[in-house]
């Protein structure tokens, strides 16, 4: 009988290391989603701002003003929407998650400042 318990007890022990390993794994996983997913909207972000410039290049060359306001109100829209999905897009934490969707006026004042410069 005493040693069923104490093999009862070797498993339960066994059981809780293995647990503990695989909540450790976990742990790491969830973490290196998350960067994943930080660094996909950083390269999200980067690479619509290529974009823009490009574009305003392009219309600065050759666009007429009222096709102009309209591409930059697209891309003011892209940036409205990463934002309002959970993401900085403000210049020094863009790319970073928004804890609990505090409100930064960085970001709002990317979003919605003024056009021309
Ligand atoms: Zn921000």
Do not use: W
């Not at 040693?3 to 293995?18: F, I, P, T, V, W």
């Not at 973490?31 to 997913?37: K, R, Y």
């Not at 804890?99 to 709002?108: I, S, T, V």
């Amino acid at each position: 009988m005493s040693m069923d318990k104490r093999s009862l007890y070797d498993g339960l022990n066994q059981l809780e290391a293995e647990l503990q390993n695989s909540l450790n794994n976990l742990g790491e996983m969830k973490q290196s989603l998350q960067e994943i997913v930080e660094k996909n909207t950083t390269l999200e972000l980067e690479n619509q701002r290529l974009r823009e410039h490009i574009r305003e290049l392009n219309l600065v060359a050759d666009a007429p003003a009222e096709s102009a306001k309209q591409e930059l109100s697209k891309s003011r829209m892209n940036l409205e929407k990463i934002y309002e999905e959970g993401f900085h897009v403000c210049y020094d934490l863009y790319g970073s998650r928004r804890e609990h969707d505090e409100p930064c006026a960085f970001c709002l004042e990317v979003i919605y400042r003024e056009s021309g410069k």
